[in-house]
Nanobody, 128 residues
Framework: QVQLRESGPGLVKPSQTLSLTCTVS??????????WNWIRHAPGKQVEWMGA???????YYNPSLKSRTSISRDTSKNQFSLQLSSVTPEDTAAYYC????????????????????WGKGALVTVSS
């Protein structure tokens, strides 16, 4: 059974960098036809796809966040990570890692129908 678990600080100060790690068990992040996503949900706002990393390590991002976002991975630990720089209180949200299956990713279009596993989410508050 594939499981994803987010970890990282729950409180980040404005202008700092938010860092989260998703630890995957029960499946390899290098397996073909899977995409490893970061998605967030801020209070009172719609769910927002942030970016993803593919099985071969290619990362791609939501254009609205691209300048502040970096997604990387550590295959030896079967983990992938999110960094969001220059955070503001607007970045306060529940952050989720998720696995998408299929030949082509749909999450960049806001289509989450092919996501088959979600982490439980990590609440991150941006506040001084």
């Amino acid at each position: 059974q594939v499981q994803l678990r987010e970890s990282g600080p729950g409180l980040v100060k404005p202008s700092q960098t938010l860092s989260l790690t998703c630890t995957v068990s029960g499946g390899s992040i290098t397996a073909n036809s899977y995409y490893w996503n970061w998605i967030r949900h801020a209070p009172g706002k719609q769910v927002e796809w942030m970016g993803a990393i593919t099985a071969n390590g290619s990362a791609y991002y939501n254009p609205s966040l691209k300048s502040r976002t970096s997604i990387s991975r550590d295959t030896s630990k079967n983990q992938f990570s999110l960094q969001l720089s220059s955070v503001t209180p607007e970045d306060t949200a529940a952050y989720y890692c998720a696995r998408e299956s299929g030949p082509r990713s749909r999450t960049m279009r806001g289509d989450y129908t092919n996501i088959d596993h979600w982490g439980k989410g990590a609440l991150v508050t941006v506040s001084s």
